[in-house]
C-alpha cells in the first residue's frame, strides 16, 4: 500500500531560511526592529525571497540530464559531455592466450576451435582446428593478420600449426566478454524539465499595497510614494539579478559541462519584471557582464579535474606550463583521445601495415598535440626520467642489438622494411644501471655511457 511520506520540519529550506534570517536580524539589529510579524514590511520581503530561493533550489535539484542538455540517453550523447560508459572504460586490448583464443574463434568462422601457449620470450603458438575443405595456407595468413594487427608491445608469433585435436579448446565457451570498444546505451526520451530561459520578478509576489506589481501605484498617489515604490523596486531588482544569474548559470552549465570549444553567454541574464524600463537603462544594460572568458576557463578546468579524477589522469600536469584556455583545450583534446589511446596503450605496431606505430608512441604523439602549442612531452617524461632519444643516437648506442634481439627469422625481414623515422625512441634513465631502450615494441638493454 502506497502511503505519502512525511517530511520533518528541519528538512524544510523554506523554514531553514526564515529562522536563519530572523537569526541574523536580531543579532544585527538587537532592540531596533522587534515585530517579525508578517505585516512587517522587512519580513515581508525576506519571505518573497525565501520564496524566490526555495523555487531555485528545486530547480538546482533537477536531474542532471536537465544541466547537461542530453535530448536521448545514448551512450554518444553522454561523450560529448566527457562521461564514459563503463563498456568503454574497460575496454581493451587481448592480454592473454584465452583473448587471443576468443579474438580469433569470433573473427574467423573457418576456426572452429583453437589454443594459444605462450612460450618463454612472450612468443605465442596457436593451433588451430579448421573446417573441412579449409585452404590452411589461407587460414595461417588471416591468423597471422589478425594476431599482428592486436599484437601486444613486447610479443610475437612463433608459429601457427593446424591438428585434429587439441589439448584445451574454448570453441564451446565464448560466453566471456573480450574487449569492445563502443557499446552504447538503448536510446531513450528523457523525461526531464528544461530549466526557464528568463527570470520572473520577485516583485510579482508582494502584496499589491506595495505599488510595484503589475497594478503599479494607485492613481492618486504622491510624488514621494511613486519614488519611493521606484527605489523599493530597483532594490528588489538587485536580488532579482543575483537569483536570475544563479538560474542562468545552471543553464549554461550545458555549454560549461561540454568537451567543445563553445562560450556560455556572459550578459545580464533577463529578467521580466513590471515597468522595468523606468528604472534600468536599456543600452548601458546591454554592454554590463557579470562574469569573464577567464572566469569561464577556470571552472571548465575544474569540470575537467573532475574528469580527470573519474578516469584516473591527470591531463592538467601534461599541460602545465600552458596558459588558459589554451591549456583547456589541449586537455579536451586529449581526454577525448584517451579511450582509444588507453585501450591500445600496450599494443605494438602491425607489421603488416607499413607506417603502423605502437600504442605507446601514439599516446606520446597525442600529448604533443596539432594545435600548433609547444610540446609538453620532454617535460612529462623528465618526470619520470625519460627522454626521447633521435634515431642517429638510438642506433649508435644499440648497433646492431635490435636487428639480432628477434628470434623469429620472418619478424627481423620484416622490421627490416619500416621506415625507422616513423618510429619514436624512448630511453628510461636509471641512475648506476643499464639503460632500456623502448623501439616499437622491442626492448633492448644497453650500458651507461
Known sequence: MMGITTREKSDNLYDQLQERTLRRIQELCGEVWTDYNEHDPGITLADTLHYALYELSYLLDLPLESYLGIRERTSASYRRKGFLSAEELSAGSPVTAADYEKLILRSLP?????????????????????????????????????????????????????????????????????????????????????????????VYHLPDCYGVGERGVPGNATPEQRVAAKQLKAYMLIYDHLLADTMRQAGQMETLLDLSGATPLYDLPAVQAPSVDEIVDPEKAAGLTLHTETSFQVRKACFLDMLDSIYGEDTRNYYRKLVLPLQNQERIRLIEALPQLNCERFRAPDLFTIGSVSGFSRFLLALDGVSGSPSPVSDVLAGYSLRLLDDALFLFVTGNIFLSGSQIPESRKRWNLFPKKRFLLLQICIPNSPCVFIYSGIICFTKVF
Not at 588451430?128 to 588471416?142: F, N, S, T, Y
Not at 594487427?149 to 608459429?159: G, K, S
Request: aromatic residues 10%.
Open 110 to 202: 573457418s576456426v572452429t576451435g583453437c589454443y594459444v601457449s605462450i612460450e618463454e620470450g612472450h612468443f605465442y603458438r596457436i593451433v588451430l582446428q579448421i573446417v573441412a575443405g579449409a585452404e590452411q595456407q589461407q587460414i595461417r595468413a588471416e591468423v597471422e593478420r589478425l594476431y599482428h594487427a592486436h599484437r601486444n608491445l613486447c610479443e610475437d608469433l612463433a608459429d601457427i600449426s593446424f591438428a585434429e585435436e587439441l589439448p584445451l579448446s574454448v570453441q564451446e565457451d565464448l560466453s566471456g566478454v573480450l574487449f569492445s570498444l563502443t557499446s552504447p546505451l538503448s536510446p531513450q526520451e528523457s523525461s526531464y524539465t528544461l530549466l526557464p530561459d528568463s527570470w520572473y520578478s520577485v
